[in-house]
Each structure stands twice: as C-alpha cells, then as structure tokens.
C-alpha cells in the first residue's frame, strides 16, 4: 500500500502507549504521521517516527502529576 498522511490526537497514558508501536510500524511504511497533543502531558515526546505539534494548555506538568 501507498504512504498515506495520518493525523492523530491522541489521549494521554496507556491509550497513547498502545497506538505509539502502531504509529512506528505505519512510519516504517512510508506513513507522514502528524500527532497533535497539549504541552503538558505525561507521555508523548518527540520521535523520529512522527512529528509532535503542541498546544498550550493552562496547566503545570505538577498540576497534572498530581491529578493522576
């Protein structure tokens, strides 16, 4: 199959954490994966597979940590 563009907003924590290997696997073939995700959150950093966008939110990483 042909790379395809994916756009992805996905939710903090081990929903992120099973769709990470999913969005490696589509990066291996040919996929431009863009992931769209708040500052602030616990799980989602750069990577090579996939180009991280960020938005600001009116929270602290603290504020977070200490929700969860």
Known sequence: AAGGKLL?????????????????????????????????NLNMKASEYYTLKTYQVPLTREELEASM
């Open 8 to 40: 992805v907003v996905p939710m903090d924590g081990s929903h992120w954490l099973s769709m990470r290997s999913v969005l490696v696997a589509l990066s291996q073939k040919e996929h431009k994966i863009i992931i769209v995700a708040p500052e602030v």
